[in-house]
């Protein structure tokens, strides 16, 4: 008889590097005798009781793949949904079905929606240990997430892409990036795409110093400007209620128009979407979840619960999940990232230099 049962589940959007650090809590559980159920679909499967037995067999061969074998769903156990529109509390569901399985922990691997959640199961009673996965970033108290490693390399890629056929035609191509409320894939991949104007959420842009630099680099004999842009950037002006364009799907499409609108500069358009959560994770991905989900399983065999598992630097720890839960980790606006990036002129759309 193993020594303990733990379940696992992934939760919220999917991102490269979930099957790696499945691989590695269920890897390094086994060898400290322990045995693993994987909930299919996020929290869903935990209320409707869908598992699957992750023998070390089911974890070979999925360190290098995207996605995430055990499906994921944006589904909270205290709001779900009925089909008809009206959600229903099944969190007494989901602790039922933890307590019928005689789980000792239940692993949630996901971002700030599934902190948030599993830090209520925690109050329910359940022993939660969270991992903190998400192309965003944006996750409170860790270094950094797993997945935003390989989007980050997708949209820089992207954008070199994007580069030859800008130069080709001389034209501005405005390249929008994911990461929900938060600028750091859009700042880490424009820097590393070396794009000449980059627009976070946390650095409110105004159209006019937009205009401004990319004429200026005309000027300067410059003939075509990468613009990445974080599909959460906002203009200053998007602030007053009356602006109609606010509507507009995408800040990419928004600012394009209002680029239009004001100059003669050829524009176009590539909202980069959901190709940044797909493929194969980093080898620093793989790494990050490998080095987190070993450590989890560590964590759980020493009897430990109510944690995320953070990294910090070379090492991981445990921070409490109630001190994660509910918070996001934006961009602050004198990151060492952005002081690079202005010393190198590039514009923020703010009308500040160096
Ligand atoms: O949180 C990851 C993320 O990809 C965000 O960057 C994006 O805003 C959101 O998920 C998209 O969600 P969905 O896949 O549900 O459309």
Not at 58 to 81: E, F, N, V, Y
Not at 91 to 109: I, K, M
Request: hydrophobic share 40%.
């Amino acid at each position: 008889m193993p020594s303990k049962v733990i379940g696992i589940l992934t939760a919220g959007g999917d991102c490269p590097g979930l099957n790696a650090a499945i691989r590695a809590v269920g890897k390094a559980a086994h060898r400290l005798d322990m045995q693993v159920i994987g909930f299919l679909d996020g929290f869903t499967g935990l209320v409707e009781n869908r598992t699957v037995r992750l023998e070390p067999s089911r974890l070979s061969g999925i360190l290098t793949s995207g996605g995430t074998i055990l499906g994921t769903s944006r589904d909270k156990p205290h709001r779900m949904p009925l089909g008809d529109g009206s959600v229903v509390d099944m969190t007494p569901r989901a602790v039922a079905n933890y307590d019928r399985l005689h789980l000792d922990a239940l692993v949630c691997l996901g971002g700030n929606g599934t902190q948030k959640n599993a830090n209520r199961l925690a109050k329910k009673g359940l022993n939660i240990v969270t991992l903190p996965k998400t192309i965003d970033n944006d996750v409170a108290m860790t270094d950094v997430t797993f997945g935003f490693d390989t989007a980050m390399s997708t949209a820089a890629e992207a954008i070199d892409r994007l580069h030859t056929t800008a130069d080709s035609h001389h034209r501005v191509i405005i390249v929008e990036i994911m990461g929900h409320s938060v600028g750091w894939l859009t700042l880490g991949a424009g820097i590393a795409g070396g794009a000449d104007v980059i627009l976070l959420p946390e650095i409110p842009y105004r159209v006019d110093q937009i205009i401004d630099s990319l004429l200026e680099r005309y000027r300067k004999g410059k003939r075509f400007s990468i613009v990445a842009i974080a599909e959460g950037a906002k203009s200053a002006e998007d602030d007053e209620p009356s602006d109609k364009e606010e509507t507009a799907p995408s800040s990419a499409v928004r600012l394009a128009a209002k680029i239009h609108a004001l100059s003669n500069l050829d524009v176009r358009v590539t909202v980069l979407g959901h190709l940044q959560r797909g493929g194969s994770p980093s080898p620093a991905d793989r790494l990050l979840a490998t080095r987190l989900g070993t450590f989890c399983a560590e964590r759980i065999a020493a009897g430990e619960s109510g944690i995320m598992v953070a990294a910090r630097g070379d090492c991981c720890e445990a921070v409490k999940l109630s001190h994660v839960a509910g918070k996001t980790k934006y961009v602050p606006v004198d990151h060492p990232w952005i002081r690079s990036a202005r010393l190198l002129e590039t514009c923020f759309g703010d009308g500040r230099m160096g």
